[in-house]
């Protein structure tokens, strides 16, 4: 299987604040990488597919770069309702896993 | 636009078996780009896939729960089923169903999810 390595586990960050989050895969995956928002209460919500392609509607605060084994999401200025955990996920083999997630708060 | 949906016991015994089924509406589950589903998140904790299912029966399943899984499809109610045996506290977690595809673009992601129902396992 492919191990998924999510880091930080959390992060508190002000409003404005530059949020960065990594993903790392135990072995290369090309780009086929995506990340989910998952707000309290609510199921995950894919935001980025293969690295970076943002979805429809996500706002552009959000990216995502890498490929091979290290990926990065960027959130490039924290808002307020962008408190959630964060999940990233490989799409390139079977069995699909997924990272541990990240918490993202606001200080 | 797709929407799904999941149904079923909140709650188990130990031993016996989980049943839950997906209803899909928006659109049908009979096309060449549609694969259903399931993951699983135990309560404050990260999500786990369960597995994939075809509109023609053909299923993928995850390893680490071997033989204890069995998913089903009837096209005629746009529906999919996941049966899970043998249950113990261990599988206690909200269960989503998703869409998934195959496609040279989309494979292998989420997208949308059903809103997930908690299962508990106990007696």
């Known amino acids: 299987d492919i191990q998924m390595t999510q880091s930080p586990s959390s992060v508190f960050a002000s409003v404005g604040d530059r949020v960065t989050i990594t993903c790392r895969a135990s072995q290369d995956i090309g780009n086929w990488l995506v990340w989910y928002q998952q707000k309290p209460g609510n199921a995950p919500k894919l935001l980025i597919s293969t690295a970076s392609t943002l979805q429809s509607g996500v706002p552009s605060r959000f990216s995502g770069s890498g490929s091979g084994t290290d990926f990065t999401l960027t959130i490039s200025s924290l808002q307020p309702e962008d408190c959630a955990t964060y999940h990233c996920q490989q799409t390139d083999n079977f069995p699909r896993t997924f990272g541990q997630g990240t918490k993202v708060e606001i200080k | 636009q797709l929407q799904l949906q999941e149904s079923g016991p909140g709650l188990v015994k130990p031993s016996e078996t989980l049943s839950l089924t997906c209803i899909v509406s928006?659109?049908?589950?009979?096309?060449?780009?549609?694969?259903g589903a399931w993951v699983r998140q135990p309560p404050g904790k990260g999500l786990e896939w369960i597995g994939d299912i075809y509109y023609t029966g053909t299923t993928y399943n995850n390893p680490s729960l071997k033989s204890r899984v069995t998913m089903s499809v009837d096209t005629s109610k746009n529906q999919f089923s996941l049966r899970m045996t043998s249950v113990t506290a261990a599988d206690t977690a909200i269960y989503y169903c998703?869409?998934?595809?195959?496609?040279?673009?989309?494979?292998?992601?989420?997208?949308?999810w059903g809103q997930g129902t908690l299962v508990t396992v106990s007696s």
């Open positions: 928006g659109g049908s589950i009979s096309v060449s780009s549609f694969y």
């Open positions: 998703a869409r998934t595809s195959r496609g040279p673009v989309t494979k292998g992601r989420f997208d949308p």
